[in-house]
C-alpha cells in the first residue's frame, strides 16, 4: 500500500475495504519493453524548457514529447516546441506567458 492510501485510510470517517490485483510479474516485463524510448533533447530546447516554472515542467515536457511522437519525431528542437505551443496552449494563456503579443 502507498503512503497516499494509507494517509486516506487514516483520515476515513467510516470503514474502508482496500484490494490490490496481486502482483503479475510477466505484466511488469511487458510494462517495462513497451515504453516509449526518450527522446533527445537539443541544447535549446532544454535551455527554453528550463523557463518553465517547476511545478509545471514535468508536464510540459510530456506533453511536448507526446506531441512529437505524434508527428514521428525522435529529438524535441526549438521548432516542435514552438509548434507543440501553438497547439497545445490556448492564445491567452500564450499571452500571458509572453510567448505571443
Not at 490490490?20 to 530546447?45: C, L, Q, S, Y
Not at 527554453?48 to 514535468?58: G, S, Y
Request: hydrophobic letters at 40%; one cysteine or more; proline letters at 7%.
Amino acid at each position: 500500500m502507498g503512503s497516499n492510501a494509507e494517509n486516506l485510510l487514516r483520515l476515513a470517517p467510516c470503514s474502508v475495504f482496500l484490494a490490490g490485483r496481486g502482483f503479475n510479474p510477466e505484466e511488469v516485463i511487458k510494462t517495462r519493453t513497451d515504453a516509449a524510448p526518450n527522446m533527445e533533447w537539443t541544447e535549446g530546447a532544454i535551455k527554453r524548457l528550463e523557463k518553465v516554472p517547476p511545478f509545471a515542467k514535468n508536464m510540459a515536457k510530456k506533453a511536448i514529447e507526446d506531441y512529437a511522437r505524434e508527428k514521428g519525431q525522435s529529438s524535441i528542437t526549438e521548432k516542435i516546441m514552438d509548434e507543440a505551443t501553438q497547439k497545445l496552449l490556448p492564445p491567452s494563456a500564450r499571452r500571458a506567458m509572453g510567448i505571443e503579443e
